[in-house]
């Protein structure tokens, strides 16, 4: 069904072990121009280690990973985004994106409706904001793909509407985006694929035939103990 | 002239101070943002028992100090690179372990003719014209290399996956960091003193961020903020007779007591 678009990402036979854990098992992924992939499964399913495969990021592995020649960008985990103590100012951060030039960075802002946060402090915003300030900063570096981990976890659904539509317009641009994600309900409206892990392929497919009880059926379980207990995800 | 200009001695500690002041907030900025204070603190430490080998091998204790802090440093990074680095217990134990190996090494070494704690608590009397050209020749690489490498060394202060995916070198980067903060830290000795420079590496930058709003203003604020520390204190341990790092770091400390009853 993708065979008229370009194959940017070739994960073949993929296997991670991860201590005495097998966090992906035999995973095999095609990554195509343009697509919306949300990726979906429980806590400790793999689903970060498939990202960081995707980024090179990973030192050891078993399979193949073949790329085209394309500029990825990266946003971790809300949790993980900058919390130091010196202050960066928003312009800072997205410069970083843009290889120093202030024009491409005050675009990128322009992009995410952040321009008038320049000159903040990164810290001074609100949990949806830095996320879109981290989404500008990406863009800078002008992506081919854009690689997303839990980027909304933690943030009011208000701020979540708001950055799925930012996403969407970034994928009708070309831009390819790969995304982890918790809310299941919310990524099958948004992307144009979705890929369900547990440790190995679960589902590979359009959204519309994904059937989150049957494909995944742990996921509410695991969501569930998660509130219950108020455990943090890896 | 003031008197304190009058002694060559007092000249070279208030030049060596300036230099410590002008780079030591640099490092500590990249440090303090990536809350890697602690491990200013152990490199520090280690240090002095560089010092303590220096002291019983009979050879000068700077010269053995900077390659064992250096090493010291390297593996601390390469600890943390590999998360076998358990957080606070092992920096503890570094820590302990680095002025323990120092204070038993200069006991071994029973030279009376060197006073151990200026290398503790730093000293207005001991900077050497050697001490003064060692410490300008590594304030200028160390500026040099930050400001080569700034935009890179920012990116991984803000996260070291997106700064590795952008391409940069991230890894060389923090062993380099590493080694400067070493290198800065044993030149820093005889100044401020072992156990106190890392407050130099700290206190600024804390100060100087409750009134910045970007990266590169903090820098600049911290490095004020540390020459006024240094030269206060300086002249209250010239006036005074007191050890000279006890003295700066109180008045950094003063510094930000202020800016924290400013900023309330």
């Known amino acids: 069904m993708h065979a008229h678009k370009q194959l940017l990402v070739d994960v073949d036979n993929l296997t991670v072990h991860q201590g005495n854990e097998t966090a992906l098992n035999?995973?095999?992924?095609?990554?195509?121009?343009g697509e919306f992939i949300g990726i979906v499964g429980p806590n400790g399913a793999g689903k970060t280690t498939l990202l960081k495969a995707v980024l090179g990021l990973l030192p050891e592995y078993h399979g193949h990973i073949t790329k085209q020649k394309a500029t990825v960008s990266y946003?971790?985990?809300?949790?993980?985004?900058?919390?130091?103590?010196?202050?960066?100012?928003?312009?800072?951060?997205?410069?970083?994106?843009?290889?120093?030039?202030?024009?491409?960075?005050?675009?990128?802002?322009?992009?995410?409706?952040?321009?008038?946060?320049?000159?903040?402090?990164?810290?001074?915003?609100?949990?949806?904001?830095r996320q879109r300030v981290a989404i500008a900063k990406a863009l800078a570096s002008q992506p081919d793909i854009l690689i997303l981990d839990e980027p909304t976890t933690g943030i009011d659904e208000h701020s979540q509407a708001e950055f799925y539509e930012t996403l969407g317009g970034l994928q009708k641009k070309g831009i390819t985006i790969i995304m982890v994600a918790h809310e299941v309900d919310t990524v099958l409206k948004h992307a144009t694929r979705i890929i369900a892990l547990n440790r190995e392929l679960l589902y590979d497919g359009p959204p519309e035939l994904f059937d989150a009880e049957k494909h995944i059926p742990n996921i509410f379980k695991a969501r569930h103990e998660e509130l219950h207990h108020g455990e943090h995800h890896a | 002239m003031p008197e304190i200009f009058e002694y060559s001695f007092m000249?070279?500690?208030l030049l060596a101070g300036l230099l410590v002041a002008v780079t030591v907030p640099v490092l500590g900025s990249f440090l303090v943002a990536r809350r890697y204070s602690l491990i200013a603190d152990s490199l520090a430490h280690v240090s002095l028992a560089g010092v303590g080998a220096g002291l019983l091998l009979g050879f000068a204790p700077v010269l053995?100090?900077?390659?064992?802090?250096?090493?010291?440093?390297?593996?601390?990074?390469?600890?943390?690179?590999?998360?076998?680095?358990?957080?606070?217990?092992?920096?503890?134990?570094?820590?302990s372990g680095g002025l323990a190996l120092a204070v038993v090494l200069a006991n071994l070494a029973q030279d009376g003719s060197v006073d151990f704690s200026s290398y503790l608590f730093g000293s207005i009397t001991t900077t050497t014209p050697t001490d003064l050209i060692a410490l300008g020749i590594a304030a200028a690489v160390t500026l040099a290399v930050v400001a080569w490498n700034y935009r890179a060394f920012l990116h991984i202060a803000f996260d070291e996956d997106s700064a590795?995916?952008?391409?940069?070198?991230?890894?060389?980067?923090?062993?380099?960091?590493?080694?400067?903060?070493?290198?800065?830290?044993?030149?820093?000795?005889?100044?401020?003193?072992?156990?106190?420079?890392?407050?130099?590496?700290?206190i600024p930058v804390v100060t100087a961020s409750r009134f910045t709003r970007s990266f590169l203003q903090t820098i600049g604020v911290a490095i004020v903020c540390a020459m006024v520390a240094v030269l206060a204190g300086l002249a209250i341990a010239f006036y005074a007779g007191i050890a000279a790092g006890g003295a700066i770091v109180l008045s950094a400390i003063v510094l930000l007591i202020i800016a924290m009853i400013w900023k309330s």
């Open chain 2, 164 to 202: 590795r995916i952008s391409g940069y070198r991230v890894t060389l980067l923090n062993y380099t960091l590493a080694a400067m903060t070493a290198v800065m830290a044993v030149l820093s000795l005889r100044i401020v003193g072992g156990l106190l420079i890392s407050a130099l590496l700290v």
């Open chain 2, 11 to 13: 000249v070279r500690a």
């Open chain 1, 75 to 129: 946003i971790p985990q809300h949790g993980n985004l900058y919390s130091g103590l010196v202050p960066m100012s928003v312009m800072e951060v997205v410069k970083l994106g843009s290889a120093g030039s202030v024009a491409i960075a005050l675009e990128a802002l322009a992009a995410v409706g952040m321009v008038d946060a320049a000159a903040k402090r990164f810290l001074e915003l609100s949990g949806g904001q």
């Open chain 2, 64 to 95: 053995v100090a900077v390659p064992v802090t250096v090493v010291g440093a390297l593996l601390l990074e390469w600890l943390r690179q590999r998360r076998g680095l358990s957080g606070e217990v092992s920096l503890a134990v570094l820590m």
């Open chain 1, 26 to 33: 035999n995973v095999s992924v095609c990554i195509h121009a």
